[in-house]
């Protein structure tokens, strides 16, 4: 079966420092991977996305980036952090090409920036 | 631009009664549509979806309703139990479409 797992689980940084969060995917090949952030109170945007090793798609310009280093590995990344980037962060995966596009998400982390 | 739109930020129900939530959408070309269940501090689980070329589909307790005329779906919990107390995302996706697009969500409490 396929499982994800997204570490940390939370995360304190102050502002200014960098940012590495790390997503992987196991019990499949490659899969469609997603970074999600949910602000307090509020639903689910999509930052990144990718396809393929390398195949980045950005949504909403922003201090974050994302890299896919291996099939089945997505990092969020940060080289400063804002107030602004506190939230919770979520990876998801979904079958690439699949006729249904069903998202799977990971636990989520919980980033505080002071 | 919000293109699903859940206009209920919350519902309160009683124990072993319906719950009945709402989403709209606005895209046309959207074929796919899910519910997503989610915990404080925990990521979203799938609960239910329907296609388009469907009005509705039933699992267990839940059942989700789709009326593409009035781009309009509802998710029903009958019977609504404690553990259902949760926040409820509604999710779209449009054909050859990589993305989901969600609402803000409704949040769910289940009086005992």
């Known amino acids: 079966s396929q499982t994800i797992h997204q570490w940390p689980a939370t995360l304190v940084q102050p502002v200014g420092s960098p940012l590495s969060l790390e997503c992987t995917v196991e019990?499949?090949?490659?899969?469609?991977l997603y970074w999600y952030r949910q602000a307090a109170g509020r639903g689910l945007q999509l930052l990144f996305y990718?396809?393929?090793?390398?195949?980045i798609s950005s949504e909403v310009p922003q201090n974050l980036s994302a890299s896919r280093p291996q099939d089945r590995q997505f990092i969020l990344s940060s080289k400063k952090l804002l107030l602004s980037d506190s939230g919770f962060y979520l990876c998801?995966?979904?079958?690439?090409?699949?006729?249904?596009?069903?998202?799977?998400f990971g636990a989520g982390t919980r980033l505080s920036v002071l | 631009d919000q293109q699903v739109k859940q206009n209920s930020p919350s519902l309160s129900v009683q124990e072993g009664r319906i719950s009945i939530l709402n989403c709209d959408y606005t895209n046309s070309m959207f074929d796919y549509f899910l519910w997503y269940k989610k915990y404080p501090a925990e990521g979203p689980t799938f609960l239910i979806s329907?296609?388009?070329?469907?009005d509705k589909n039933e699992d267990g307790r839940f059942t989700v309703f789709l009326n593409k005329s009035a781009k309009h779906l509802s998710l029903h919990i009958v019977p609504s139990q404690p553990g259902d107390s949760a926040v409820y995302f509604c999710a779209a996706s449009a054909i050859n479409d990589y993305k989901l697009s969600f609402g803000a969500g409704t949040t769910v409490t289940v009086r005992a």
């Open positions: 998801a995966w979904s079958v690439y090409g699949g006729a249904k596009n069903i998202q799977y």
């Open positions: 990718s396809i393929g090793i390398d195949q």
């Open positions: 329907i296609s388009s070329i469907k």
């Open positions: 019990g499949t090949s490659n899969p469609n």
